[in-house]
């Protein structure tokens, strides 16, 4: 569970955009979570601030503010407006002389970039990442979660050197979350501090990963003060003020 986290998080994680800041930020092409989709995969649902993202500017679209909602998970995420949203790279399918002997995805490659999203100068970056059970062949339980979250804090390693890592688990509603938040820079770049903070629960469609890369405490308080909603519960809060308080009850 551990590598098929920082697996997506590699594939479509924050690292390239930093890279690229200040200049235009884009995901690097990798591994299509729904190309050459089999049906067993449900489709990504996206609400129209998403759908906004791929088209051209208009004062209609720069209003919105960047949210996704997966149905097929079981959960929707919204940021402020002035958080502009990274279109996804266009998916390249590879030519095959018979299609519909394809292998179906499974596994590994089910983990999904659900939205990505960046604000300011230097770049604080948002990556949500889905896993929808019914592409992943087998689900998860509230017992796999600590291993679920620690597999997308492991793959932030690969490109940040990190420090003081803390964890915590916490409510939200009738479902638990884990959570990390640690101190970072990316290597070979010491003079660019940056909090990491992961929150992730299990679901029953599926698992989720909420992850930023704040540059200062206003990115930070506008992630964790994102609106979630899971299972169609009432929306709230995805970070609560408590989550790193001790001794608090779940």
Known sequence: MRTLVALGLVAFGWSPLFAQAPGPAATPAGKAANGAAAPAIPASKSVPGATQADAPASPLAAALPPQVQRDDVGFSYSLPADWELVAPPPVRKAAMPYPALAAPIKGDACVELAMTAKHGAPTSVVVVLALP???YGQT???SDLA???AGAAGGMKQAFEITEPVEANYSLGSHTMWIERAKGTPKHRPENPFTFEIACTVLKKGAACWMAMAADAAALEAFELGTVSLEG??????VPATAFLPNKPL
């Not at 519960?233 to 995805?238: D, H, M, N, Q, S």
């Open 233 to 238: 519960e009432a929306p709230a809060a995805l």
């Open 140 to 142: 998860l339980t509230a």
């Open 133 to 135: 059970f019914a592409c």
């Open 147 to 149: 291993s679920f979250g």
